[in-house]
């Protein structure tokens, strides 16, 4: 299988997502995509690797490659969060509205922050309308997935020890990259694994 990246240059992410820029630094030349993302996970700010990147694939890839990093981090899982990341499976396979709009119930119905909600919102986000209301709908603004996913992975890296953290951002963005790259999801992992201390 070909690319899954939808982009040929970095700098046409921050042309389709102008606020990305916001929390994110621009290329400052031509450069591809993956490669910027590498670039940015050994620059300064390392987590402005994970904020573009999941930008760069199309909404069901990127909640896959969050889903995948979730659940190679954050072990400590509920039971809501096993069914989310069930539905959220689900809909990354289906793609249909009705998988959709059963993930982003259980998302808003789990009332938690952990990352497998986050995945949830991010799948629920895909599409629909923003208002509750059928008679009024509102349109999910388009980067509500991908700010999502990150802030997914985000959360999982929290969970570990800070000393793990590193490896572990470099997991998820390597997996994300071999994935991108047309090939099966590796599994993301990290050999230091420790929680986070209370």
């Not at 046409?12 to 591809?32: K, M, R, S």
Request: glycine share 8%; proline share 6%; aromatic share 6%.
């Amino acid at each position: 299988m070909g690319s899954r990246i939808r982009f040929t240059e970095a700098r046409q992410v921050f042309e389709a997502y102008p606020e990305l820029a916001e929390t994110v630094g621009e290329p400052n030349g031509d450069i591809a995509p993956e490669e910027y993302a590498l670039e940015l996970q050994d620059g300064d700010e390392p987590l402005q690797a994970l904020a573009y990147f999941a930008h760069v694939l199309p909404k069901r890839e990127s909640v896959w490659w969050g889903m995948n990093c979730v659940a190679g981090l954050d072990a400590d899982r509920s039971e809501d969060d096993r069914q989310v990341l069930a539905l959220s499976e689900t809909w990354v396979r289906e793609g249909d509205e009705e998988a959709r709009a059963a993930v982003h119930a259980a998302a808003e119905a789990a009332r938690s922050d952990s990352a497998s909600v986050w995945i949830g919102f991010a799948a629920g986000w895909s599409g629909g309308s923003l208002s509750p209301n059928p008679e009024h709908r509102v349109e999910m603004p388009d980067d509500l997935t991908a700010k999502a996913v990150n802030t997914a992975v985000l959360i999982a890296l929290g969970t570990l020890h800070p000393s793990a953290r590193d490896e572990a951002l470099k997991s998820c963005l390597s997996a994300g990259l071999s994935f991108a790259g047309g090939g099966t999801m590796p599994v993301v992992s990290v050999k230091t694994a420790a929680p986070a201390m209370s």
